[in-house]
């Protein structure tokens, strides 16, 4: 499916989601990537080893979710924009979830925007909680938003604007 769709399956998302069990401990990364080309920069930018060294450049990358502590760094480092972090905890309705966003124009903290599906279909209405823009990002802004707990696996983006 991916390869003809660009969209992954249910089964090829459920190989790198972490259990209900790990998301219930903290926020956790989410690397969807499923391409095995010559790549590591969520490697480096991995303080916490929670993102495992490659034994080979063109590897895919794999996640030790118990040393993963949800920091974000690797998100801005990925050239494909296939991470997320999600915090489960965040609240008992809601997770919080930080991805990478290198659209314009870019929403503002308590806005209202469009969640879409890896289609890029409309899912839900979703809060942004914070935008961080910084110089150290390179040009990849981060956007968290609060998804329903019902639907976190689903939404993959936002689109900003009319509702």
């Given at each position: 499916?991916?390869?003809t769709?660009?969209?992954?399956t249910?089964q090829?998302?459920?190989?790198?989601?972490?259990?209900?069990?790990?998301?219930?401990?903290?926020?956790?990364?989410?690397?969807?990537?499923?391409?095995?080309?010559p790549?590591?920069p969520?490697?480096?930018?991995?303080?916490?080893g929670?993102i495992?060294?490659?034994?080979?450049i063109?590897?895919?990358?794999?996640?030790?979710?118990e040393?993963?502590?949800g920091?974000t760094?690797?998100?801005?480092s990925?050239?494909?924009?296939?991470?997320?972090?999600?915090?489960?905890?965040?609240?008992?309705?809601?997770?919080?979830m930080t991805?990478?966003?290198?659209?314009?124009?870019?929403?503002?903290?308590?806005?209202?925007?469009?969640?879409?599906n890896r289609?890029?279909?409309?899912v839900?209405?979703?809060?942004?909680?914070?935008?961080k823009?910084t110089?150290?990002?390179?040009?990849?802004?981060m956007?968290?938003?609060?998804?329903?707990?019902g639907?976190?696996?689903e939404?993959r983006?936002?689109?900003?604007?009319?509702l």
């Open positions: 499916m991916l390869r769709t660009g969209v992954p249910e090829e998302l459920d190989a790198v989601f972490p259990s209900k069990e790990r998301l219930e401990k903290g926020p956790v990364v989410v690397v969807e990537c499923f391409e095995t080309i790549c590591n969520c490697y480096t930018a991995c303080h916490s929670g495992r060294a490659f034994k080979n063109i590897d895919l990358p794999t996640v030790d979710y040393e993963c502590n920091c760094l690797c998100i801005s990925c050239p494909g924009l296939a991470i997320m972090v999600i915090d489960y905890r965040y609240h008992k309705d809601y997770v919080k991805i990478p966003f290198e659209f314009s124009p870019l929403p503002k903290p308590e806005d209202w925007v469009m969640g879409l289609n890029g279909k409309e839900k209405r979703v809060q942004v909680l914070s935008v823009n110089k150290h990002l390179d040009k990849t802004p956007i968290s938003i609060a998804v329903p707990k639907q976190f696996k939404i983006n936002i689109r900003v604007g009319d």
